[in-house]
């Protein structure tokens, strides 16, 4: 079975510049979250989506960063005039319940230079 | 301010010995741990979890021991091989934060490399 998906890989962009990144979750996860890890440090939550809505983005950092999973299923977190310090990795991850275990994807680099 | 903790950066063990890693937490609200285990370039693979009503599970090769008056659980690993040398992370959750027992909060993670 397919697990949690994430494209692209590796992103390398210039500062100011926009970034779409996708996540695909486990077939059949209704919750689905996005984590940032910066070098050194564990995963920070960002965005908790049940279904097609956001329940939390208490963890998005400014209102540069916005995500969307319009049909429950895919989901993109888009980072607008990016900043150098937005350079981490950024993971997906999904569950089949919010209490259920969370399924992490392999993540996107992202470097902003 | 760090509410999960694993203050090892790293270890390092012999193969068919026993490997334990430490994990603290200063939120008294969390009531659920995972460890989880991370290889280069890959994303955190869920290994197990415990639950507050718990002071221990087993999973095969790997235990976790939770002591809930010092807010400090355990993860060992008996016996460790090389293809267990990777980050792990600890990380908690809880049901009585209301409305964001979803959230999972990681620590800063372990290296652990076992030496054949």
């Known amino acids: 079975g397919a697990g949690v998906s994430q494209t692209p890989s590796n992103k390398v962009t210039e500062k100011g510049k926009y970034v779409e990144l996708r996540c695909d979750p486990i077939?059949?996860?209704?919750?689905l979250y996005w984590y940032r890890q910066s070098l050194g440090q564990g995963p920070e939550f960002l965005i908790y989506?049940?279904?097609?809505?956001?329940?939390?983005d208490s963890g998005l950092p400014n209102d540069r960063f916005f995500a969307v999973r319009p049909e429950g299923s895919v989901s993109t977190l888009k980072i607008q005039r990016t900043e150098r310090g937005d350079s981490a990795v950024y993971l997906c991850a999904s569950s089949f319940g919010k209490k259920e275990t969370q399924y992490f994807g392999p993540g996107t680099r992202l470097l902003v230079l | 301010d760090q509410q999960v903790k694993q203050n090892s950066p790293s270890l390092s063990v012999q193969e068919g010995r026993i490997s334990i890693l430490n994990c603290d937490y200063t939120n008294s609200m969390f009531d659920y741990f995972l460890w989880y285990k991370k290889y280069p370039a890959e994303g955190p693979t869920f290994l197990i979890s415990i639950s507050s009503i718990k002071d221990k599970n087993e999973d095969g090769r790997f235990t976790v021991f939770l002591n809930k008056s010092a807010k400090h659980l355990s993860l060992h690993i008996v016996p460790s091989q090389p293809g267990d040398s990777a980050v792990y992370f600890c990380?908690?959750?809880?049901?009585?934060?209301?409305?964001?027992?979803?959230?999972?909060?990681f620590g800063k993670g372990t290296l652990l490399t076992v030496n054949p």
């Open positions: 077939s059949g996860h209704t919750a």
């Open positions: 990380a908690a959750s809880g049901l009585k934060l209301r409305g964001s027992n979803y959230k999972l909060t």
């Open positions: 989506f049940q279904g097609t809505g956001a329940a939390d």
